[in-house]
């Protein structure tokens, strides 16, 4: 009797260990990085902001929110995509990719914060809803527009004042000489017909 | 009760085991917390800055361990790695990678910093190259988790060489116990770009090609200078001017039909006894020719 409780306890004490080893390895897990494609943040311009979400789990996380309250509507204008979504469905072993389009309305520095995400870690009725935060993309300075424009317009309005500004000095050598070319002429043609 | 023992004597290891997580049962050796000064040699040291970095004495000093109720994971996201073979890096490229970090535990975790770290293959105490740490600062609530993006460029002159990748994570719990762990402890290998547009190899063959058609048109000239030589002095037989030009006029300077005209009228008589052409003359006989 006491040797198959002992048996039955083993056993129990066992099945516990494998299911507390794997049990971590087999929900879903997802890793998510928020980052800033641009490389210039200009005031009144685009900044494209991408979240990638990869689920490095064993089982596909489920209804998956992700929520950017990052971008606030006074310093932000939403120009392309949501800034929350949902995925009904991330199987394991894959990745998602989602992209926003936002607009600065001033300069400044700005601290870019992360996204929260929640999602179910398995299939399963019951399976536990997980909140993530996705990476931070940082402290980055929004130039304003003015300063971007000095460095990298392509000066249309300089460039016609120059050509005004070189006219004379290339207009009035020409008149010269071609004064000079007509008058000779003059006095040439009638000569050579002699 | 002699198998009763026996049994016994599996069943208490897993208990411990089991019972084991967290609170520690077994002896294990008690590490200092880390020195707050080394945690600043490596912060502060640039990611250009290749041969001073090599204190090896900080490696020799505690190193803190890793929390039982944090869950760390690490995903490579540049080069991708399925972590089958060897990580292989290229030089010159950025390598990205996600640190994920699950608070298990019934208290806040603070991820504090992220470094990465060059070190020699055979001796990982060896700093080669130290990466910026990069401070994220991020409060984890109890069963949060977080993503932690951290980004190196492996420099190019450690292309074609092994190196050990230490990625190290530094954070604390909410009752000041500091944490360490290696999230990533191996050797890559650093691998030197194959691009399909080298700029010294195309230039190289374009130097080829200007010296091929130098050498062409170095051949052309020499052998065009050895076939004229004949014909010239052949060539400057028809024109018989003579020996005796008594006005020393260069004919070669006067037009065909003049020269003609000339020869006619010396062809017969010696040139003396011909009769002298007034120059308006010619002049109208030479321009009616040529307009």
Known sequence: ?194 | MKYFFLFSLLVLPAVIFMVDNGNKMMAYADEDPIDEEEADVEGETEEGDLTATENEEDEDGPQSKASPDADTVLLFTKPNFQGASQLELVAGNPVEFLVGFRNKGPLDFVVDTIDASFRYPMDFNFFIQNFSAIGYNKIIKPSHEATFHYSFLPSEAFAGRPFGLNINLVYHDASGNSFQEAVFNETVQIIEIDEGFDGETFFLYVFLAAGVVLLLVIGQQTLLSVGKKRPAAKKAAPVETGTNNPNNVDYDWLPAQTLASLNKDKSPKSPKGGKPQSPRQRKAKRSTGSE
């Not at chain 1, 516990?16 to 997802?30: M, P, S």
């Not at chain 1, 494209?48 to 596909?60: D, Q």
């Not at chain 1, 870019?112 to 940082?138: C, I, L, N």
């Open chain 1, 1 to 194: 009797m006491l040797q198959k409780l002992a048996i039955l306890f083993a056993a129990f004490t066992v099945a516990i260990c494998v299911e507390e080893k794997t049990g971590e390895i087999q929900g879903a897990r997802l890793l998510i990085s928020k980052q800033i494609l641009n490389r210039y943040l200009v005031e009144g311009k685009d900044i494209e902001v991408r979240y990638s979400l990869h689920n490095i789990g064993k089982s596909p996380a489920v209804q998956v929110e992700l929520k950017d309250n990052g971008f606030n509507s006074d310093a932000f204008e939403v120009v392309g995509g949501h800034l929350s979504t949902k995925f009904a469905r991330i199987p394991p072993e894959s990745n998602f990719t989602h992209v926003v389009v936002v607009r600065p309305n001033k300069y400044g520095y700005f601290n870019f914060s992360s996204a929260e995400v929640s999602y179910k870690v398995s299939d399963a009725p019951d399976a536990q809803t997980q909140v993530s935060y996705s990476s931070e993309p940082g402290e980055g300075g929004i130039v304003a527009f003015r300063d971007y424009d000095k460095k990298f317009s392509s000066h249309y309005w300089d460039w016609l004042a120059f050509a005004l500004m070189t006219c004379p000095s290339l207009v009035i050598p020409l008149v010269l000489w071609y004064n000079s070319k007509s008058s000779y002429e003059k006095v040439s043609k009638p000569s050579k017909k002699n």
